[in-house]
């Protein structure tokens, strides 16, 4: 799947505008927070952003600066996997999960060295993605998957057990971005 395709899913999912009282992003267009649209040059109401600006924003900040176009060319799904996570956790979240699953999975180091998890896709991160995909093969990938979204779905528990107001949103965090 390429990357218009996912944004389209990503904002077909997200909807139009929201500005729900619980929520800590404020308003909200297409699942782009006021907050990350002033930071990429967006000024307007929060309800007429454009779509092609959520578009761009979710290409550059969510695709193509965490480096998942990367992971795309060894293993598609967890590409995809890691740009949904990424827009709702965050890069640095998603990014971060890879790492610790793939230590958990490198049979103490057996396979291909620790990452250290410094929530970054660079050169080792694809290095032992590629290793771990080697050995595994495409059975591997979906192991992964189910390690990512295993991890996924801890932290949207512990942000609901952390913060009552974030029940509101437990169910449908489980129902659309949980496998």
């Known amino acids: 799947m ?9 904002i077909a999912r997200e909807g139009g505008y929201s500005n729900h009282p619980a929520d800590r992003g404020g308003p909200t267009r297409f699942g782009i927070t006021q907050a990350v649209a002033r930071a990429n040059g967006y000024r307007g ?19 193509e600066k965490p480096g998942y176009a990367f992971i795309a060319e060894l293993a598609p799904a967890i590409a995809e996997e890691l740009f949904d996570t990424a827009v709702n956790m965050g890069p640095g979240t998603a990014s971060g999960f890879l790492q610790r699953a793939l230590n958990a999975l490198n049979r103490n ?3 291909y ?14 290095g032992a993605l590629g290793d771990f995909l080697k050995l595994r093969g495409r059975a591997g990938e979906k ?3 189910k390690a ?15 913060r009552p107001a974030n029940e509101a949103f437990l169910y449908g965090w489980l129902a659309n971005r949980i496998g």
Do not use: C
């Not at 990512?148 to 952390?162: D, I, K, N, P, T």
């Open 2 to 10: 390429d990357i218009a395709t996912l944004i389209d899913e990503v």
């Open 45 to 63: 109401d929060m309800r007429a952003l454009p779509r092609s600006v959520a578009e761009a924003i979710y290409r550059r900040l969510y695709w």
């Open 109 to 111: 180091e057996s396979d």
């Open 113 to 126: 060295p620790d990452l250290k998890v410094d929530r970054s896709v660079g050169p080792r991160t694809l």
């Open 143 to 145: 192991v992964l998957l």
């Open 148 to 162: 990512l979204e295993a991890l996924q779905g801890e932290r949207y528990l512990a942000l609901a057990e952390s």
